[in-house]
């Protein structure tokens, strides 16, 4: 081998790539290690679901850098870009964190809010529009709007969001909408109205079940209100051919085409 002057001129060569290697990687390092590389600022943008810019409304900038920069490690070139987002998760009203490099020594975080719609059962959670629980200051999510509530079986969540969105529109007609919906653990459906009324809708029995009740509910509610003004506390539409009103003072019921009236 030591007589092959080709072996001799590879190996040489391989050693002084390899020399090279190390030299540039030593160069790296002390070049990232240098002062000018510690991260100065960490400027917050909002966004919304499509990322395009928004105006944070119940989140502090300056409020939420300080909670989450004292979880950051590292300087420019060596900070954990997802350790730097789930901390920023972390902070209440933050849905969703993106996090990038700005040279020479700045980081940009966009933060999407959770737009509430309502509270979730009686523990002070939240639901948002995309159907998500979070929790944050009640007080905040109402200067928004008034809030609804929601109760149902752990991970229905998402469900019961979009069945409000949906029977937004099937009481329209009639002037009403949803304040309150609620699914059992029988999984039997309630709606209370903005009127105070409760109507109870039950189990769906297929696709259409509910919009079908609802209907139903639609048709007879311009009589009911003339016959019984703001008397009506609670209808119930889980007649097939009927329905069951509960009014101060009185109980009425209709299946068939009968009717019973009963005093309280």
């Known amino acids: 081998m030591w007589h092959d002057v080709r072996s001799l001129n590879a190996a040489t060569n391989a050693l002084l790539g390899l020399f090279a290697l190390v030299l540039l990687a030593a160069g790296l390092w002390w070049t990232a290690q240098r002062p000018m590389f510690t ?15 928004v105006h944070l409304r119940h989140i502090d900038p300056l409020t939420v850098r300080a909670s989450a920069v004292r979880r950051i490690r590292g300087n420019f070139f060596t ?12 902070v209440p009203w933050v849905r969703r964190a993106t996090v990038r490099r700005e040279w020479p020594n700045r980081l940009v975080v966009q933060l999407e809010e959770h737009m509430p719609l309502g509270t979730w059962g009686d523990d002070g959670r939240l639901v948002s529009v995309k159907g998500e629980i979070f929790t944050a200051n009640l007080a905040e999510a109402e200067e928004d709007a008034a809030l609804a509530a929601f109760e149902g079986p752990d991970g229905s969540e ?14 329209a007609p009639v002037n009403l909408a949803p304040e309150a919906l609620a699914l059992s653990h029988r999984y039997a459906w309630s709606v209370r109205l ?8 039950g189990k769906e029995q297929g696709t259409a079940t509910l919009q ?12 009911l209100i003339t016959l019984l003004q703001d008397r009506i506390e609670s209808v119930d539409m889980r007649y097939q051919n009927g329905l069951a009103l509960q009014a101060s003072g009185l109980t009425l019921s209709t299946d068939k085409g009968t009717k019973k009236a009963k005093k309280q």
């Open 158 to 171: 998402k469900e019961l969001v979009a069945r409000y969105q949906q029977m937004r529109d099937w009481f």
């Open 212 to 223: 079908q009740r609802v209907d139903r509910f639609v048709k007879v509610y311009p009589r």
């Open 194 to 201: 903005n009127n105070g009324m409760r109507v109870e809708l």
């Open 79 to 90: 900070a954990n870009l997802d350790s730097v987002r789930q901390a920023f998760e972390t």
């Open 39 to 53: 991260l100065r600022s960490i400027r917050i943008e909002g966004i919304d679901t499509a990322g395009a810019p």
